[in-house]
């Protein structure tokens, strides 16, 4: 790994030295009160369906015997109420597209229903006694008749709350991106140094004007910092947790680094999370591979100064 004076000042004399630093200062969590819900992104979920929820409204407190006719009316004038009702079971149509419903326990056959909720036809008679069936072993006929909430729209702000948990994942890596390019955005505002997040080759070359081959198609580097002498390329991930996964990304990110300096540019991993405590092997191996491996105390302390400037 190239010596900066970063490592100077740390009093870090040898690779080792640099790799236990970097363990010992990795942080717990990067996690804000916004990371565990989104609440505008919930609310305006349900408000999407406010109409249909409205329709649906009608039906609480119905008897059995009343419910079902009116329900069939109701999806036969307002095709998208079927929408709604997925919601109600906090199912995705997407996620309904990909999974097949028994039909049959006793010959145990199966049946994609993505269809039956999405298309806008008016029901035929098979199709009616297949909502009717849904509608009955879900348990929404019994919600319904018992009338246990008194608005369908409140009640799927909360379903969409608890669909939002889904995303967590996701957001973990957004937050750390977000972290990150608060950095990346001062650092290159004070050098004058131009920046793309979320960079293709695409973009790169628009932007630039510099030829970048990707190792994969769908590759998008989370920034390319252009200076006057070179493109650095700088990847992100936080892993709070262990597992399989950080053995893989520690391998990926060797290959990545040779495949960009290959090119005759250079490439920075950024990473963080005391999830590497259960895969210090493979990081450090990829460590002593690399040229730039760093946590986000490292990167708080400066050391991007010393490298691109």
Not at 54 to 66: F, I, Q
Not at 255 to 281: H, M, P, V
């Amino acid at each position: 790994m190239k010596r900066i004076n970063y490592y100077d000042i740390k009093k870090l004399e040898t690779n080792d030295d640099v790799f236990n630093y970097l363990i010992d200062t990795l942080i717990e969590s990067i996690y804000t009160w916004d990371y565990f819900t989104q609440f505008d992104k919930c609310i305006s979920n349900a408000e999407k369906f406010k109409k249909e929820l409205n329709l649906l409204n009608t039906l609480l407190g119905l008897s059995e015997e009343e419910i079902e006719d009116k329900l069939i009316s109701i999806i036969n004038e307002h095709a998208n109420v079927k929408k709604a009702l997925l919601l109600l079971i906090a199912l995705r149509p997407v996620k309904l597209k990909e999974t097949a419903i028994i039909n049959d326990f006793e010959i145990l056959t199966s049946s994609n229903k993505f269809e039956l909720f999405t298309k806008k036809d008016i029901l035929t008679k098979e199709e009616e006694k297949d909502i009717l069936y849904f509608f009955k072993e879900t348990g929404l006929e019994r919600f319904f008749v018992n009338k246990e909430v008194s608005s369908l729209l409140d009640y799927c702000k909360g379903v969409e709350v608890g669909l939002d948990t889904n995303a967590r994942k996701n957001r973990s890596g957004q937050t750390m991106e977000s972290i990150c390019e608060r950095f990346v955005e001062e650092f290159c505002e004070k050098h004058n140094f131009n920046y793309i997040v979320q960079a293709t080759s695409k973009r790169i070359k628009e932007e630039f004007n510099i030829e970048l081959k990707m190792d994969k198609m769908e590759r998008r580097i989370d920034y390319a910092i252009k200076t006057s002498s070179n493109l650095y390329l700088i990847e992100v991930n936080y892993y709070g947790s262990g597992g399989s996964k950080l053995k893989a990304t520690a391998g990926e990110y060797k290959e990545l680094s040779d495949f960009i300096k290959s090119q005759g540019y250079r490439f920075i991993w950024i990473t963080d999370g005391k999830g590497w405590n259960t895969a210090k092997a493979p990081l450090k191996e990829t460590f002593e591979h690399d040229d730039y491996i760093f946590n986000l105390n490292m990167i708080k302390d400066g050391v991007l100064e010393e490298i691109i400037k």
